[in-house]
């Protein structure tokens, strides 16, 4: 079979890969019927993900059917639609225990290595090993089509987990920083939560028509004070909660300044390298700042809210190409040619 393989120089290409076996009784194997190209594979091409390097078959957004079970998973048998979590966890280690499965020091996106696409052979291929397949896999029901429940593992686990950390309580005021698919599903997800207004911050116009068919306000970065507008468009009150979903240091300076008194700045934005925090101010207006990834125990909810109709990702899935033609797909994202957003794989 063929896959998505990052070559040396910070090159891609689609090469022969291993079939993957059932190692471990928990395992499962899935035939991938859809992958998404994110944001992190591009990095990981650049070799800004450790553990992501030459060889490291790419994809850790994807679903798919079934194909074997190993002896122990009880949930899942051949046939059965399911949705991945980006990572992998073991459900017993100090992390697991305490529900902060993302971080888990078998798993999770930072932990032992068992995360697609890093220390896992990836998705963007026909066949995935899914391990802890009983902690990790979801069904997906009937009625939600592969290119919405595609994004629950990640885009939408990780924008939930922005609008959880931040607090988000009915009648709030929220500004979320860049309106790429995560941002979007923090946008979305803010309106779960009860907010009364929210104010989406982005450069490109097609992310901001994009948020503003979300019921979103906006604001074109591209021109004027950005931490101004907010103001003024919550009636100088100040957000009570900023949303940092680029991984951009003035974007997170900005939403410093854009919270109350009191207020949270939630980051969900992968950092290229450290930021300094102005903490010599910051901590005389007691600003909190919650920090994390994606809240992968929340995705059986998330797949429920999509089922329901409460929310529609569809959008999202700007373009879908064949898994043959994956070279020009990552032309396309990373280039972010025809207003793309995200760009599904099918094998
Ligand atoms: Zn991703
Ligand atoms: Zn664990």
């Known amino acids: 079979m063929k896959g998505v393989v990052i070559q040396p120089e910070n090159k891609l290409a689609l090469t022969d890969v291993q079939e993957p076996k059932i190692k471990e009784d928990s395992d499962v194997i899935v035939r991938v019927t859809t992958s998404a190209i994110c944001g992190s594979d591009v990095h990981a091409k650049h070799g800004f993900i450790p553990g992501a390097g030459p060889g490291t078959l790419l994809g850790?957004?994807?679903?798919?059917?079934?194909?074997?079970?190993?002896?122990?998973?009880?949930?899942?048998?051949p046939g059965d639609r399911v949705n991945a979590a980006a990572a992998t966890w073991c459900g017993t280690c100090p992390s697991c225990k305490r529900g902060d499965v993302q971080y888990c020091v078998n798993g999770g996106v930072w932990g032992g290595g068992e995360v697609f696409g890093k220390g896992l052979p990836g998705a963007q291929t026909s066949y995935i090993r899914v391990a802890y397949a009983d902690n990790c896999l979801v069904h997906i029901p009937d009625g939600v089509p592969d290119e919405q429940a595609v994004f629950v593992g990640d885009v939408f686990s990780t924008g939930f987990h922005a609008a959880n950390e931040g607090n988000i309580e009915a009648g709030d005021s929220v500004v979320i920083f860049g309106c790429g698919p995560i941002g979007l599903g923090a946008l979305v997800s803010a309106w779960q939560f009860g907010a009364k207004q929210v104010i989406c911050v982005d450069m490109l116009?097609?992310?901001?028509?994009?948020?503003?068919?979300?019921?979103?306000?906006?604001?074109?970065?591209?021109?004027?004070?950005?931490?101004?507008?907010?103001?003024?468009?919550?009636?100088?009150?100040?957000a009570d909660v900023a949303i940092e979903a680029i991984g951009s240091p003035?974007?997170?300076?900005?939403?410093?300044?854009s919270v109350r008194r009191g207020g949270t700045v939630s980051v969900v934005g992968l950092f290229p390298a450290p930021v300094e925090i102005p903490i010599h101010e910051t901590a005389f207006y007691g600003v909190k700042i919650k920090m994390g990834l994606g809240s992968l125990t929340k995705m059986p909810k998330l797949m429920g809210l999509i089922e329901r109709g409460k929310v529609d990702l569809g959008p999202l899935a700007t373009h879908t190409f064949s898994l043959n033609e994956a070279m020009?797909?990552?032309?396309?994202?990373?280039?972010?040619?025809?207003?793309?957003?995200?760009v599904l794989l099918k094998p």
């Not at 019921?215 to 103001?231: L, S, T, Y």
């Not at 003035?250 to 300044?257: E, G, R, S, V």
Request: aromatic fraction near 10%; proline fraction near 1%.
């Open 328 to 342: 020009s797909a990552y032309d396309l994202f990373e280039n972010e040619k025809d207003k793309c957003l995200k």
């Open 250 to 257: 003035p974007a997170f300076l900005q939403a410093l300044k």
């Open 205 to 238: 116009e097609n992310r901001l028509q994009l948020a503003k068919n979300y019921g979103a306000q906006v604001i074109d970065a591209n021109g004027g004070n950005v931490v101004e507008q907010v103001w003024e468009a919550n009636k100088g009150e100040g």
């Open 60 to 77: 850790h957004e994807f679903v798919g059917v079934v194909e074997e079970a190993g002896r122990a998973v009880k949930k899942f048998k």
